[in-house]
Nanobody, 122 residues
Framework: QVQLVESGGGLVQAGGSLRLSCAAP????????MGWFRQAPGKEREFVAT????????YYADSVKGRFTISRDNARNTVYLQMNSLNPEDTAVYYC???????????????WGQGTQVTVSS
């Protein structure tokens, strides 16, 4: 498992942007695929985006495709989620997670961060 620490959440108006970061101290970060998930109040945790170890493969949920971009910097042991054109439906706690391969199911991720709150006002 790998330790993960998210940052960058906050309050933003509809149409605005935020960039989330997830730092993973340690030498093994570059061997993991990474994912971003979110959980709104009263709802199940849902997949947002994933990226493979090299950054060459990415995949997005339909609800964020074209608005969010996942990327990684293996030299900084950090994965990012750039979120543009935010709307109130994007309000949730956002989590980063590590997996052996880029994937959508939460059960395939074995390390999770503590989450960061994103609130989008209308």
């Amino acid at each position: 498992q790998v330790q993960l620490v998210e940052s960058g959440g906050g309050l933003v108006q509809a149409g605005g942007s935020l960039r989330l970061s997830c730092a993973a101290p340690g030498r093994t970060f570059s061997t993991y695929a990474m994912g971003w998930f979110r959980q709104a109040p009263g709802k199940e945790r849902e997949f947002v985006a994933t990226i493979d170890w090299s950054g060459g493969y990415t995949y997005y949920a339909d609800s964020v495709k074209g608005r969010f971009t996942i990327s990684r910097d293996n030299a900084r042991n950090t994965v990012y989620l750039q979120m543009n054109s935010l709307n109130p439906e994007d309000t949730a706690v956002y989590y980063c997670a590590a997996s052996q391969r880029a994937a959508t199911p939460t059960r395939l991720y074995n390390s999770w961060g503590q989450g960061t709150q994103v609130t989008v006002s209308s």
